[in-house]
């Protein structure tokens, strides 16, 4: 049985409307991250992750830890470990400038400050952003890097704040 024009006409619009809604779905924000540079890579961490992002205040060294813990901090009466992250990446640690911070992340009610070199955005995710990261030996044996988001200004790699806050090595990359 054929169909007249006016079902035809109607039958392409219900397809429009589905194609539309598939594709507002696909462009729909999923969460926000926080991105700074560690040197010349960028780096992210989710804003649910993130209580709040200070300047770097006097640090006061704890013996007996790791090298890449830098010490601890008072922040609003709660006393908060320091944690470099390029030491912790196995990176060389630089002296800290006029843009340096500390973003005090939390993981499971702890909460731990990270010194990063420079605070640079938050910015808006969508599902059509995101990228896993590869799992094969020698290519990601970054153990912090949750995924990689491909943005039209570059790949950015976004932490896994529980890995970060409860593993106990340092990587080198």
């Given at each position: 049985m054929a169909m007249d024009f006016k079902e035809l006409l109607a039958k392409q619009a219900e397809m429009m409307k589905s194609t539309t809604e598939?594709?507002?779905e696909v462009e729909r924000e999923i969460t926000k991250v926080l991105t700074f540079s560690i040197g010349e890579q960028i780096y992210g961490i989710e804003i649910p992750n993130v209580v709040e992002i200070i300047g770097v205040?006097?640090?006061t060294t704890v013996p007996g830890v790791p090298d890449y813990i830098k010490g601890i901090i008072n922040v609003r009466s709660k006393?908060?470990?320091v944690v470099n992250i390029r030491s912790r990446f196995g990176k060389e640690e630089i002296p800290y400038n006029d843009r340096s911070s500390i973003s005090?992340?939390?993981s499971e009610d702890i909460q731990v400050g990270i010194?990063?070199?420079q605070i640079r955005d938050v910015i808006p995710v969508k599902e059509r952003h995101i990228?896993?990261?590869p799992d094969h030996i020698g290519v990601n044996n970054n153990k912090f890097i949750k995924y990689l988001l491909e943005m039209s200004d570059g790949i950015k790699l976004v932490l896994d704040v529980n890995k970060l806050v409860?593993?106990?090595e340092a990587?080198?990359?």
């Open positions: 598939a594709k507002s205040p006097h640090i006393v908060v470990p005090i992340v939390s010194i990063v070199d990228a896993k990261s409860y593993e106990n990587v080198v990359d």
